[in-house]
C-alpha cells in the first residue's frame, strides 16, 4: 500500500513538473467559461450578419444551449486533450526503459499501473469538476437554468465514460510498441466504437452511449434509468481493461 | 554462502541460441566479472536473472530463492545497474532516492541517511539541479547509487564502464571497489583491464556458453602461454633471431615487428635460459629482454578467438 | 460598452490563462531549446500567435526529450 502510494505519488508530481497538469486545467477551465459565452453570442453574432435580405429567425439561447456547448466541447476537444495529456503515461516509461530500475527494485507490475490509472482518474475527476463547477457559475450567470434536469446524471455519464477512456489508454499502451502505438490503437478503438454506435439495436452496450445522449438526459427526453445498461457494461468493461492490462504487463518482456 | 546461482539455463530468439546451457555460482562477497564480446548474451543473462526475460530451461536462484518470470520476489535482493540507466528527468537525485526508498518500502529516516552517504559515495551531494541535464558518467554514479539504496546482497551491473570516458571509467570503478565492501558485485563487461582491476572471479562467455571459470589468478596461470619480448639494435637481426628460435622444440611462435621480437613459448623461466645461450651464441647484441606478464586480454583472446 | 462591461468576468479570465500559458511555454522553450521537430522560431510563432492550441501543441508533441 505505502508503495502504491509512493508511486501515485510520482505520477502526480510527473503531471506537474512536465506541465500535462497546467494543460488540462487550462483547457478545461476555458472549456467550462467559454461553453456558457459561445451560447449566449452566437445567436446575437448570426443574427447580427446581413444575409443579403435573408431574415433568419434565432430563438433567444437558453441555459440547454449552454450545456449543449459544455457537452460538445468535452467530448470532442477534451478527448483530444485527455488522449494528449494522459496517452504517454506508461509509453514513455517504456521507450524510455524508466520503469527497469523501479522494477527490478521488486516494486509489482501490478502496482504500477494500478498506480498510473489511479492518478490518471484522479486528475480526470478533479479536472472535470472544475470545469463544470465554472460552467455552472457561468450559466447562471448568463440564464436561467430552472428548466435543467438530470445534470449531475449527466456529468456522471461524461465522467463514467472518460474513466473507461484512460482504462482503454492504458490497456493500447501495454498491448502496443513504440512512443504512440498505444495512443494509435485508443483511437483506432474509440473509431470502432462511434462506427457501432451507428446501429441501434447495439448503442446500449457501447460505452459511446454515455458520452452522446448527454444533452437527452438534460433535456428530460431520456431518463436515467434508460442508461442503466450502458453503465454496466462500462463498468465491466473498465473491469475488463485494468485486469487485462495487468496480466499482458505481467508478461511484457522488458 | 551462494548468492547467486544459474543451472543449465536455455535461451533463445526465435531461432537464434543466444544462451546455451549456461551454469555458474557467484560467492558471497566476491565480485565476478562477466566477460564476452558484444552480442555474446551477457545483458540477456542479467535480464533473465532479473525476471525480465523467461529462460527456456534452466533455473536460477538468488539467495537460494527461485527466480520466477514477471514479478519476482527475488529482486528485493538485488540492486541492478543497467547499461545506460534512465532516470525521471524532472526530479533531482535527492528526490529520485527517496523515491526509490518509498517504493521498496524504506522507512523515511533510513532513505534520508543512506542518500546522505550514498551521494556522497559517488560524488553528487551537492547537486540539486535536475536529472535531465545530467552526463553520461553523472547518471552512471546517480545509478549506483540508487541500486545500492536498499543494501542489497547482490548487485548487477550491466556494462557499468562502457559508454565511459577514461575518467568516467576511473570513478565508476572506484565507487565499485568501495561498494565492493557491502555487497556481492556480479559486473559484464568486455573491457579486461577493468575486470583485472576489481574482480575476483571471471566467467568468459561466448556464443552463450561459459568457456571459462575461476579466480583471475588460477586462470591467468591456468592458460600459461608466456612471451618473451627481446628488443634488439636493428631490424635485420630481429628478422633473423625470429627464424632461429622458431627452430627451437620449446617455442610455440615468434615474430618481430621492426627491432622487436616476441617469443610465445610454454615456460619462460624454464627456458629463458636456452634463449640467452643463443643469443650469446650467435652474438647478438639485446637491448632489453622482458618476460611479458600473463594478461587476461591473451587468456580472453585464446578462448574465444 | 455595456455589452463589454457584462462580457468582462469572460474575458479577463480567458486572457489570463492565454497569458499564462504562453510565458510557461516561452520560458520554458528558452530554457531548453530542444524539439521534437521545427526550430525555436517556429515554435515561438505558433505558441504566440495560436492561442491555447500553441502552447498545447507544444507542450504535448512539441518539447523534445528530457
Not at chain 1, 486545467?25 to 459561445?38: D, E, R
Not at chain 2, 545530467?134 to 556494462?159: H, T, V, W, Y
Not at chain 2, 627452430?247 to 621480437?261: A, K, R
Not at chain 3, 457584462?6 to 479570465?13: A, R, T
Request: charged content about 20%; hydrophobic content about 45%.
Amino acid at each position: 500500500m505505502k508503495r502504491y502510494v509512493a508511486f501515485t505519488k510520482k505520477e502526480f508530481l510527473e503531471q506537474l513538473r512536465t506541465y500535462r497538469m497546467l494543460i488540462l486545467f487550462s483547457v478545461f477551465f476555458i472549456f467550462g467559461l467559454m461553453s456558457p459565452l459561445l451560447a449566449k453570442i452566437l445567436p446575437e453574432i448570426l443574427s447580427g450578419m446581413d444575409l443579403q435580405g435573408m431574415i433568419i429567425t434565432i430563438p433567444e439561447a437558453t441555459a440547454v444551449d449552454a450545456y449543449a456547448q459544455f457537452f460538445k466541447n468535452m467530448t470532442q476537444m477534451g478527448i483530444i486533450v485527455i488522449l494528449l495529456v494522459f496517452g504517454g503515461v506508461i509509453s514513455n516509461e517504456l521507450t524510455r526503459g524508466t520503469l527497469v530500475n523501479v522494477l527490478a527494485k521488486g516494486l509489482g507490475r501490478h502496482t504500477v499501473i494500478l498506480a498510473k490509472y489511479t492518478a490518471m482518474v484522479v486528475m480526470w475527476t478533479v479536472a472535470l469538476v472544475f470545469s463544470g463547477l465554472i460552467n455552472q457559475g457561468y450559466t447562471m450567470y448568463l440564464f436561467d437554468t430552472s428548466d435543467i434536469s438530470n445534470l449531475i446524471f449527466s456529468i456522471l455519464c461524461l465522467w463514467l465514460f472518460g474513466v473507461y477512456l484512460l482504462s482503454l489508454i492504458i490497456l493500447s499502451s501495454v498491448l502496443a510498441v513504440g512512443s504512440f502505438g498505444g495512443l494509435i490503437l485508443t483511437v483506432v478503438v474509440l473509431g470502432g466504437l462511434l462506427l457501432l454506435d451507428l446501429f441501434p439495436k447495439l448503442e446500449k452496450v457501447n460505452p459511446i452511449y454515455l458520452s452522446s445522449r448527454n444533452m437527452d438526459f438534460i433535456t428530460g427526453v431520456l431518463t436515467p434509468s434508460d442508461a442503466l445498461l450502458p453503465v454496466l457494461i462500462t463498468v465491466i468493461l473498465i473491469l475488463a481493461n485494468i485486469s487485462a492490462s495487468i496480466v499482458l504487463f505481467n508478461r511484457k518482456r522488458l | 554462502m551462494t548468492i547467486l546461482q544459474l543451472k543449465n539455463v536455455y535461451k533463445s530468439f526465435g531461432k537464434l541460441e543466444v544462451i546455451k546451457d549456461l551454469s555458474f555460482s557467484v560467492e558471497e562477497h566476491s565480485v565476478f566479472g562477466f566477460i564476452g564480446k558484444n552480442g555474446a548474451g551477457k545483458t540477456t543473462t542479467m535480464k533473465m536473472i532479473l525476471g525480465f526475460l523467461r529462460p527456456d530451461s534452466g533455473e536460477i536462484y538468488v539467495c537460494g530463492e527461485r527466480v520466477s518470470y514477471g514479478n519476482t520476489k527475488t529482486n528485493r535482493h538485488i540492486g541492478y545497474l543497467p547499461d545506460v540507466p534512465e532516470f525521471y528527468g524532472y526530479m533531482n537525485p535527492k528526490e529520485y532516492l527517496k523515491f526509490c526508498g518509498d517504493i521498496t518500502g524504506l522507512p523515511r529516516e533510513i532513505t534520508l541517511a543512506r542518500t546522505k552517504e550514498l551521494l556522497s559515495m559517488v560524488g553528487l551531494e551537492n547537486t540539486n539541479r535536475r536529472i535531465r541535464g545530467f552526463s553520461r558518467g553523472m547518471k552512471q554514479r546517480l545509478g549506483i547509487a540508487q541500486a545500492l539504496l536498499n543494501e542489497p546482497k547482490l548487485l548487477i551491473c550491466d556494462e557499468p564502464t562502457s559508454a565511459l570516458d577514461p575518467i568516467g571509467r576511473k570513478e565508476i570503478l572506484d565507487i565499485l571497489s568501495v561498494a565492493r565492501t557491502r555487497t556481492t558485485i556480479v559486473f559484464s563487461t568486455h573491457i579486461l583491464s577493468d575486470v583485472e582491476r576489481i574482480a575476483d572471479t571471471i566467467g568468459v562467455i561466448d556464443q552463450g556458453k561459459l568457456m571459462l571459470e575461476g579466480s583471475v589468478q588460477k586462470i591467468k596461470n591456468m592458460r600459461r602461454k608466456d612471451t618473451i619480448q627481446i628488443l634488439l639494435s636493428s631490424p635485420e637481426t630481429a628478422k633473423e633471431l625470429a627464424e632461429k628460435v622458431k627452430e627451437l622444440p620449446f617455442v610455440i611462435e615468434s615474430e618481430f615487428e621492426m627491432d622487436t621480437v616476441l617469443i610465445k613459448l610454454t615456460n619462460a623461466e624454464e627456458y629463458g635460459k636456452e634463449i640467452m645461450s643463443l643469443l650469446v651464441r650467435e652474438n647478438i647484441p639485446v637491448l632489453r629482454y622482458e618476460i611479458l606478464e600473463p594478461s587476461l586480454e591473451n587468456v580472453f583472446l585464446e578462448v574465444v578467438g | 460598452m455595456n455589452q463589454i462591461i457584462e462580457y468582462l468576468p469572460f474575458i479577463i479570465p480567458i486572457i489570463a490563462v492565454e497569458f499564462i500559458l504562453m510565458i510557461v511555454s516561452l520560458v520554458h522553450m528558452l530554457k531548453h531549446k530542444k524539439f521534437r521537430f521545427g526550430n525555436q522560431a517556429m515554435w515561438i510563432i505558433i505558441v504566440v500567435f495560436v492561442q491555447i492550441i500553441g502552447p498545447i501543441l507544444y507542450f504535448t508533441i512539441g518539447r523534445g526529450e528530457e
